[in-house]
Nanobody
Framework: QVQLAESGGGSVQAGGSLRLSCTASGYSYSSNSNYCMAWFRQAPGKEREGIASMNLSGYGTSYADSVKGRFTISQDNAKKTLFLQMNSLKPDDSGMYYC????????????????????WGQGTQVTVSS
């Protein structure tokens, strides 16, 4: 069973930066065992939104238009950690941020749809003030 734990959330002023981390355990990643991992966020009263995804074998990435050019997804395979570097933060970026994972059959771009992912972390809160 894959377990995910997010950290790095907090409060920041508009224009600032934060780096979120997602530490994974309970899986063995290899060239024959590929995973898609992604970051999602959910603001109060809104649906959960996929914002960035990464294919761990091919390093292919995908971003939602709302964060493209400001957020960067990356990984440290040795530490089984996924990162989300968030720059030029806006109040609309506030919400609970979740990481998610799913076994993937092949290299390529990973989806941003939440129903594509099987494993989820508990989330970390990000608050951006104006």
């Amino acid at each position: 069973q894959v377990q995910l734990a997010e950290s790095g959330g907090g409060s920041v002023q508009a224009g600032g930066s934060l780096r979120l981390s997602c530490t994974a355990s309970g899986y063995s990643y290899s060239s024959n065992s590929n995973y898609c991992m992604a970051w999602f966020r959910q603001a109060p009263g809104k649906e959960r939104e996929g914002i960035a995804s990464m294919n761990l074998s091919g390093y292919g990435t995908s971003y939602a238009d709302s964060v493209k050019g400001r957020f960067t997804i990356s990984q440290d395979n040795a530490k089984k950690t996924l990162f989300l570097q968030m720059n030029s933060l806006k109040p609309d970026d506030s919400g609970m941020y979740y990481c998610a994972a799913v076994r993937a059959s092949a290299a390529g771009v990973c989806p941003l749809a939440q129903n594509a992912y099987k494993f989820w972390g508990q989330g970390t809160q990000v608050t951006v003030s104006s």
